[in-house]
């Protein structure tokens, strides 16, 4: 049911894992179907040198998390805010239907991880 794309990504998540002394942090949960998503994000010059997350959640929503920091890595910041949900599903192939919100966390917590950087500065 998931794409093979889908599948690549949640066997073997790109960057997961923690940044203690990150620029950004963006928190996203989704209690209807328990998915909680964490994102740290390292900015110079306006770049996105690097980015990690933390995840509690389902095949779909760490497949979202790990090909959006895979797109999201080296970005401005402008470009990584300009990242929509549709980007990341058409990135992965798409998702099961009844999955495809799990794909708003990524976004989502990006966002917000954004937001925390620019509060901070
Ligand atoms: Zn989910």
Known sequence: MYQERVLKHFKNPQNAGR???ADGIG???DPSCGDFLRIYIKVEDNHIVDIKFEIYGCPAAIATSSILTDMVKGKSLDEAWGITDEDILEALG?????????S???A???????????VNF
Do not use: R, W
């Open 19 to 21: 940044i203690e002394d």
């Open 27 to 29: 928190v996203v949960g």
């Open 94 to 102: 798409g998702l099961p239907e009844n999955k495809e919100h799990c």
């Open 104 to 106: 708003n966390l990524g």
């Open 108 to 118: 989502e917590a990006l966002s917000k991880a954004i937001i925390s950087y620019m």
